[in-house]
């Protein structure tokens, strides 16, 4: 009990400094996510393969790494892996940065091997997660400073290596529960298309199992990025009792690595372990690591907050042009009005006799000065009204106004068929009533295949269920008989590859398509 409350109170103060990180981002600088490789650690943050960095991978950007593992067991002795086994481990992680200085992440390990003597030869390994704070450091700074929080789920049914902390895969394969904090520091020259990152790592890790002890981990590594797609790594790495540090003969080990990076935020990682520790004498334990480990890793991410981005950079310009429109007009009536101001008190002026005059040509340019302030107010209004009506708009709505096409992709027919399915029909429902709203666009409604089965039976399929959702749209809204047409296409136009199931299902599906592009400007000024 004692351990356990322990283990909570050091995760605790690792959660407040992660929440005090959070409270700093409302001041923090953007961070390009268009920049940003996919540079991961085995838990999917930034960072060598062993070492995490405190630079930001950009407010919504999901990523995701696998990793694999292998080395052989040179001698066999009590507590470790037999001699000549291989033992290989893998781990899929991901982070989700939901700021730009504080992301999430988690990892699922596995392990296997052959020639490997125990009942538990294979299985899953551990799960973990946590959470990483990034101080909101101005962009220019030389140095980033972060820490983590970690919750290391002892899942595995085998602790391969069970001397002290000893084995490369000993958070991978762990049986008991450890929760963890980490402070990283960050040093960066230059940019991501050449620079030179230095990196440092503090962190402790207790157990709830009352007979381990708490351990200390240390790493530190200094990274290359020779080119925008080669970057080349050098880490060191410990992991010790905090009550008993034996550095040299605890795990020590000498990390190389070479990534290979793409345009399309996929990155290629190889490398090794390199075992720097010494052998324990008197010990049974004599060997905290083997020799060397080789070890690989794939990486992927993309900006789940893209499309968001770019809609509201396209609002806040559009409001600006119509800003800009309005002043414009309303200078320009106002220099009207000013004009004939003065013509009627010129008028006035040269001569009495023409005083019903000008004050005729004054009451013109008094209803002038009216009519510029209505017309302005519903110009405001009307724009007021538009942005009302385009936030109202649902997301099927806004993807058939932005792109002209909309899948139907709640509309089911059972196989070979061409009855639309009753699950369907509250679906037509809603877009009959939606295309009512818009009566100057003209569609298609277009039926489409995979390429199981005739060519000319597929045709045909298809054009029996475009021609049975255009009768049923115009059952429900007679007003779109002569603006909706039917077209089967089979399987002539396929959105993907026919090789597989699931690309065989997305060929097969109904389209709206919107045939006179040039009406979507009306509804998208």
């Given at each position: 009990?004692?351990?356990?409350?322990?283990?909570?109170?050091?995760?605790?103060?690792?959660?407040?400094?992660?929440?005090?990180?959070?409270?700093?981002?409302?001041?923090?600088?953007?961070?390009?996510?268009?920049?940003?490789?996919?540079?991961?650690?085995?838990?999917?943050?930034?960072?060598?393969?062993?070492?995490?960095?405190?630079?930001?991978?950009?407010?919504?950007?999901?990523?995701?790494?696998?990793?694999?593992?292998?080395?052989?067991?040179?001698?066999?002795?009590?507590?470790?892996?037999?001699?000549?086994?291989?033992?290989?481990?893998?781990?899929?992680?991901?982070?989700?940065?939901?700021?730009?200085?504080?992301?999430?992440?988690?990892?699922?390990?596995?392990?296997?091997?052959?020639?490997?003597?125990?009942?538990?030869?294979?299985?899953?390994?551990?799960?973990?997660?946590?959470?990483?704070?990034?101080?909101?450091?101005?962009?220019?700074?030389?140095?980033?400073?972060?820490?983590?929080?970690?919750?290391?789920?002892?899942?595995?049914?085998?602790?391969?290596?069970?001397?002290?902390?000893?084995?490369?895969?000993?958070?991978?394969?762990?049986?008991?529960?450890?929760?963890?904090?980490?402070?990283?520091?960050?040093?960066?020259?230059?940019?991501?298309?050449?620079?030179?990152?230095?990196?440092?790592?503090?962190?402790?890790?207790?157990?709830?199992?009352?007979?381990?002890?708490?351990?200390?981990?240390?790493?530190?590594?200094?990274?290359?990025?020779?080119?925008?797609?080669?970057?080349?790594?050098?880490?060191?790495?410990?992991?010790?009792?905090?009550?008993?540090?034996?550095?040299?003969?605890?795990p020590l080990w000498l990390t190389p690595s070479l990534t290979f990076r793409?345009?399309?935020?996929?990155?290629?990682?190889?490398?090794?372990?390199?075992?720097?520790?010494?052998?324990?004498?008197?010990?049974?334990?004599?060997?905290?690591?083997?020799?060397?480990?080789?070890?690989?890793?794939?990486?992927?991410?993309?900006?789940?907050?893209?499309?968001?981005?770019?809609?509201?950079?396209?609002?806040?310009?559009?409001?600006?042009?119509?800003?800009?429109?309005?002043?414009?007009?309303?200078?320009?009536?106002?220099?009207?009005?000013?004009?004939?101001?003065?013509?009627?008190?010129?008028?006035?002026?040269?001569?009495?006799?023409?005083?019903?005059?000008?004050?005729?040509?004054?009451?013109?340019?008094r209803s002038l000065a009216q009519k510029a302030i209505a017309d302005s107010?519903?110009?405001?209004?009307?724009?007021?009204?538009?942005?009302?009506?385009?936030?109202?708009?649902?997301?099927?709505?806004?993807?058939?106004?932005?792109?002209?096409?909309?899948?139907?992709?709640?509309?089911?027919?059972?196989?070979?068929?061409?009855?639309?399915?009753?699950?369907?029909?509250?679906?037509?429902?809603?877009?009959?009533?939606?295309?009512?709203?818009?009566?100057?666009?003209?569609?298609?409604?277009?039926?489409?295949?995979?390429?199981?089965?005739?060519?000319?039976?597929?045709?045909?399929?298809?054009?029996?269920?475009?021609?049975?959702?255009?009768?049923?749209?115009?059952?429900?809204?007679?007003?779109?008989?002569?603006?909706?047409?039917?077209?089967?296409?089979?399987?002539?136009?396929?959105?993907?590859?026919?090789?597989?199931?699931?690309?065989?299902?997305?060929?097969?599906?109904?389209?709206?398509?919107?045939?006179?592009?040039?009406?979507?400007?009306?509804?998208?000024?």
């Amino acid at each position: 009990m004692k351990r356990l409350m322990q283990s909570v109170n050091m995760l605790s103060r690792c959660v407040s400094v992660c929440a005090f990180l959070a409270a700093c981002t409302a001041t923090a600088l953007t961070v390009d996510t268009t920049q940003v490789p996919p540079l991961m650690t085995g838990w999917a943050i930034r960072g060598l393969p062993q070492v995490a960095s405190a630079e930001s991978q950009g407010a919504g950007r999901l990523s995701v790494c696998v990793t694999g593992a292998w080395y052989q067991q040179k001698t066999g002795f009590p507590g470790a892996p037999n001699a000549g086994a291989n033992i290989g481990t893998g781990a899929l992680g991901f982070s989700f940065a939901a700021s730009n200085y504080i992301e999430i992440f988690g990892t699922v390990a596995g392990f296997g091997g052959s020639k490997y003597q125990s009942e538990n030869s294979s299985g899953i390994g551990t799960i973990s997660a946590g959470v990483l704070g990034m101080l909101p450091l101005p962009e220019q700074a030389p140095f980033r400073l972060g820490a983590q929080a970690v919750v290391v789920g002892g899942t595995s049914s085998n602790q391969i290596n069970k001397n002290y902390a000893d084995g490369y895969n000993y958070f991978d394969t762990r049986i008991g529960y450890d929760f963890m904090g980490r402070a990283i520091e960050a040093f960066v020259l230059g940019d991501e298309y050449v620079g030179f990152r230095l990196l440092l790592n503090e962190a402790f890790a207790t157990s709830v199992q009352e007979s381990q002890a708490n351990l200390m981990m240390l790493a530190g590594g200094v990274q290359g990025i020779l080119a925008r797609y080669y970057v080349v790594g050098l880490e060191i790495n410990s992991r010790t009792y905090l009550n008993n540090v034996q550095i040299q003969t605890d795990p020590l080990w000498l990390t190389p690595s070479l990534t290979f990076r793409t345009p399309y935020f996929t990155s290629l990682t190889l490398g090794g372990d390199i075992s720097l520790s010494s052998d324990r004498t008197g010990d049974p334990a004599v060997r905290a690591l083997e020799q060397y480990r080789l070890f690989g890793g794939l990486s992927f991410s993309v900006d789940a907050l893209a499309h968001k981005r770019r809609v509201a950079a396209e609002a806040e310009q559009r409001r600006i042009a119509e800003k800009a429109a309005l002043e414009q007009k309303t200078h320009q009536l106002k220099g009207e009005t000013d004009s004939l101001t003065r013509i009627a008190r010129k008028a006035h002026e040269d001569s009495i006799a023409q005083a019903r005059q000008a004050d005729s040509l004054a009451t013109v340019a008094r209803s002038l000065a009216q009519k510029a302030i209505a017309d302005s107010l519903a110009l405001v209004d009307s724009n007021r009204k538009l942005d009302e009506e385009r936030s109202k708009r649902s997301d099927v709505e806004k993807k058939l106004l932005s792109t002209g096409m909309l899948i139907l992709d709640a509309v089911y027919f059972e196989s070979g068929k061409a009855e639309i399915s009753i699950n369907s029909k509250p679906y037509l429902n809603i877009i009959a009533k939606m295309l009512a709203k818009y009566p100057k666009l003209m569609l298609e409604v277009g039926g489409h295949t995979d390429n199981v089965g005739g060519y000319t039976m597929n045709q045909r399929l298809s054009q029996l269920r475009a021609e049975s959702v255009r009768l049923y749209l115009i059952n429900i809204e007679p007003s779109l008989s002569s603006r909706l047409t039917a077209m089967g296409y089979g399987p002539s136009v396929p959105k993907a590859e026919n090789r597989t199931a699931e690309g065989r299902k997305i060929n097969r599906r109904t389209e709206l398509t919107v045939v006179n592009k040039d009406a979507l400007k009306e509804y998208n000024p």
